[in-house]
């Protein structure tokens, strides 16, 4: 089992940027493809990116495309999500999410963190 733990969230302008970070505790991350989420008031949750266990394989969602980048650091168990050219619609609580292996980076999350949340004011 591994625990997750989100930092890095807050206020921002549109068109900043802001970097997430996701350190997990328990088992080794490299065991786990990582993933972030998003949840906005009165929407359900969506992915945003995800990332394999060696990190030779991400996956984006349309909305975030070229503005977010997804990275993990296996030696410090961390995962990170650099968002740029935030925007007002970037508003939600973001969640980092762990899965064991590789196959079907958007689905099949068994562990969550507790969520940071991002707010981009316009």
């Known amino acids: 089992q591994v625990q997750l733990v989100e930092s890095g969230g807050g206020l921002v302008q549109a068109g900043g940027s802001l970097r997430l970070a996701c350190a997990a505790s328990?088992?080794?991350?490299?065991?786990?493809?990582m993933g972030w989420f998003r949840q906005a008031p009165g929407k359900e949750r969506e992915i945003v990116a995800a990332i394999s266990r060696s990190g030779g394989r991400t996956y984006y969602a349309d909305s975030v495309k070229g503005r977010f980048t997804i990275s993990r650091d296996n030696a410090k168990n961390t995962a990170f999500l650099q968002m740029n050219s935030l925007k007002p619609e970037d508003t939600a609580v973001y969640y980092c999410?762990?899965?064991?292996?590789?196959?079907?980076?958007?689905?099949?999350?068994?562990?969550w963190g507790q969520g940071t949340q991002v707010t981009v004011s316009s």
């Open positions: 999410a762990a899965k064991s292996g590789d196959l079907g980076l958007i689905y099949g999350y068994a562990y």
């Open positions: 328990g088992r080794t991350s490299s065991n786990y493809a």
